[in-house]
């Protein structure tokens, strides 16, 4: 009887050994999915769109674009000449309110024209200005800069901006010849001095 108890008593004591060791690894095979389901929200915040999750950056490619085209109006928009005069009839403004001024679709492929004209030549002159910009950084990059050099470069800038002011305001003349006296009349009814609405639509 007493081996009998002894044995019984080995064995609880064996069953609760047992049922201690399998509790915390029954745990840590739970706590992977738990540990996942706490640090996703945590990682995410939300759930991921389906072009962040491919690309990283929701509209990646589209940013980069729409970025480039921003960019060229900003620089054209910096220009103090152009800001101040983009509103009083240079292209892309009067195309951009075609229905308040009531333009023909003459005046509008005359317009169009006239910007893609623009554009082409703005085009030529900023490469030129970029050009005449990393020749005074080449001049500069010495122990003794060509101060020389650098003011005929620094000069070159000047006399391009002030080609592409000329031709600026040479395409907002013949926009406005465009218009006739009514057009003209709503053209100055318009608001000025509005950024964005310059020779780009």
Same mark, same amino acid.
């Given at each position: 009887? $007493?081996?009998?108890?002894?044995?019984?008593?080995?064995?609880?004591?064996?069953?609760?050994?047992?049922?201690?060791f399998a *509790?915390?690894?029954?745990?840590?095979?739970?706590?992977?999915?738990?540990?996942?389901?706490?640090?996703?929200?945590q990682?995410?915040?939300?759930?991921?769109?389906?072009?962040?999750?491919?690309?990283?950056?929701?509209?990646?490619?589209?940013?980069?674009?729409?970025?480039?085209?921003?960019?060229?109006?900003m *620089?054209?928009?910096?220009?103090?000449?152009? $800001?101040?005069?983009?509103?009083?009839?240079?292209p892309?403004?009067?195309?951009?309110?075609?229905?308040?001024?009531?333009?023909?679709?003459?005046?509008?492929k005359t317009?169009n024209?006239?910007?893609?004209?623009f554009?082409?030549?703005?085009?030529?002159?900023?490469?030129?200005i970029k050009?005449?910009?990393?020749?005074? *950084?080449?001049?500069?990059?010495?122990?003794?800069?060509?101060?020389?050099?650098?003011?005929?470069?620094?000069?070159?800038?000047?006399?391009l *901006?002030?080609?592409?002011?000329?031709?600026?305001?040479?395409?907002?003349?013949?926009?406005? $010849?465009?218009?006739?006296?009514?057009?003209?009349? $709503?053209?100055?009814?318009?608001?000025?001095?509005?950024?964005?609405?310059?020779?780009?639509?």
């Amino acid at each position: 009887m $007493k081996k009998m108890n002894v044995l019984l008593a080995n064995l609880m004591i064996a069953a609760f050994l047992i049922m201690g060791f399998a *509790q915390p690894a029954a745990a840590q095979q739970k706590m992977p999915k738990q540990g996942t389901k706490r640090m996703m929200p945590q990682q995410s915040g939300t759930q991921m769109p389906m072009n962040m999750q491919k690309t990283g950056m929701p509209g990646k490619k589209m940013g980069m674009k729409m970025g480039h085209k921003n960019m060229e109006m900003m *620089q054209m928009m910096s220009d103090p000449v152009i $800001k101040s005069l983009h509103s009083y009839g240079c292209p892309g403004f009067l195309l951009k309110h075609t229905a308040e001024l009531g333009l023909t679709d003459a005046q509008t492929k005359t317009l169009n024209n006239l910007e893609l004209e623009f554009k082409k030549a703005a085009t030529k002159i900023k490469a030129e200005i970029k050009v005449a910009s990393l020749d005074i *950084q080449e001049a500069m990059n010495t122990n003794q800069p060509d101060f020389g050099k650098v003011k005929s470069f620094v000069k070159k800038i000047d006399d391009l *901006q002030q080609q592409l002011h000329t031709q600026f305001l040479n395409t907002l003349i013949k926009a406005r $010849k465009s218009l006739d006296s009514q057009q003209l009349s $709503k053209l100055n009814a318009l608001p000025k001095g509005m950024p964005g609405h310059g020779m780009m639509k």
